[in-house]
């Protein structure tokens, strides 16, 4: 494997672009490819298998594309299908979890509250997760078509403010202390969420750590870019546009049927 090669990052959709900001931030010499599977969007929506055959095909795309390491940038096809990513194909691969860990060794009411898709919340890794922190009480709640209405370009809309209403009036009103943002769309929405939850509640995504953690697996395996040419790509399945604002005008995003 060369280190020359770039970084792939895959995901349901535009949500991963949070976390490719955070990469980016940290690593700029590093050249990347992103693919926004925005066609077979939202992936929380869908059976395990499916999410298994979905993020072998991104993975295969990025492979073909000679990506020296895989960055999964969706809580749902991390905690769904990462375990059979890392046992079919031999490359370093990192996921993303939603951040139970610090919310919960932090809270001082011992409640924290956790915003993700179905299939995140659902799926067995999570289970486990939660298991760990028996002590502490984790207000789960799903946030059903957020991603689509992200992805639709409809992030400022009223249907949006009245589902994250909807859905966050409940969590506060337990107490929590935390949020977690489980989703790699949400990060997104965090000036919306801050108007509508109190200044106390400390809002928690995995962006900053998965940058890190990038960077020590480079380190480790002697894979950071020795070369000057770098560059950043990003594809996508469907009109481009929301994408495009997203990532801003520096970089240009590609249509590609994949
Ligand atoms: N960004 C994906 C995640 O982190 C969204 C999943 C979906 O498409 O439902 O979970």
């Given at each position: 494997m060369s280190n020359t090669n770039p970084i792939g990052l895959f995901d349901s959709g535009v949500g991963g672009?949070?976390?490719?900001?955070?990469?980016?931030?940290?690593?700029?010499?590093?050249?990347?490819?992103?693919?926004?599977?925005?066609?077979?969007?939202?992936?929380?929506?869908?059976?395990?298998?499916?999410?298994?055959?979905?993020?072998?095909?991104?993975t295969e795309f990025l492979l073909n594309q000679n990506c020296k390491l895989i960055i999964v940038a969706c809580n749902t096809a991390t905690t769904n299908a990462i375990k059979v990513l890392r046992n079919s194909y031999d490359i370093p691969f990192i996921g993303i979890e939603p951040a139970i860990k610090p919310a919960a060794l932090h809270s001082k009411t011992q409640k924290i509250g956790i915003l993700a898709t179905q299939g995140t919340l659902n799926s067995e890794l999570f289970h486990q997760t939660v298991a760990l922190y028996s002590d502490v009480k984790v207000v789960?709640?799903?946030?059903?078509?957020?991603?689509?209405?992200?992805?639709?370009?409809?992030?400022?809309?009223?249907?949006?403010?009245?589902?994250?209403?909807?859905?966050?009036?409940?969590?506060?009103?337990?107490?929590?202390?935390?949020?977690?943002?489980?989703?790699?769309?949400?990060?997104?929405?965090?000036?919306?969420?801050?108007?509508?939850?109190?200044?106390?509640?400390?809002?928690?995504?995995?962006?900053?750590?998965?940058?890190?953690?990038?960077?020590?697996?480079?380190?480790?395996?002697?894979?950071?870019?020795?070369?000057?040419?770098?560059?950043?790509?990003?594809?996508?399945?469907?009109?481009?546009?929301?994408m495009q604002e997203l990532i801003g005008d520096k970089f240009r995003v590609a249509y590609k049927d994949f």
């Open positions: 672009t949070s976390i490719w900001k955070e990469v980016h931030a940290l690593l700029p010499n590093e050249s990347t490819i992103y693919l926004a599977d925005s066609k077979n969007a939202p992936y929380g929506q869908k059976t395990q298998e499916e999410i298994i055959a979905l993020s072998k095909k991104n789960e709640q799903i946030g059903y078509e957020l991603v689509q209405l992200i992805e639709n370009g409809e992030m400022y809309s009223k249907k949006m403010t009245q589902l994250l209403e909807d859905y966050l009036h409940p969590m506060v009103a337990q107490d929590i202390d935390y949020l977690v943002l489980g989703c790699t769309h949400y990060p997104y929405l965090i000036p919306q969420i801050k108007k509508i939850i109190p200044h106390h509640i400390k809002i928690i995504d995995s962006g900053e750590a998965v940058a890190k953690q990038t960077k020590h697996i480079l380190e480790i395996n002697n894979l950071f870019n020795t070369s000057k040419d770098v560059k950043q790509i990003f594809y996508i399945n469907q009109a481009p546009q929301v």
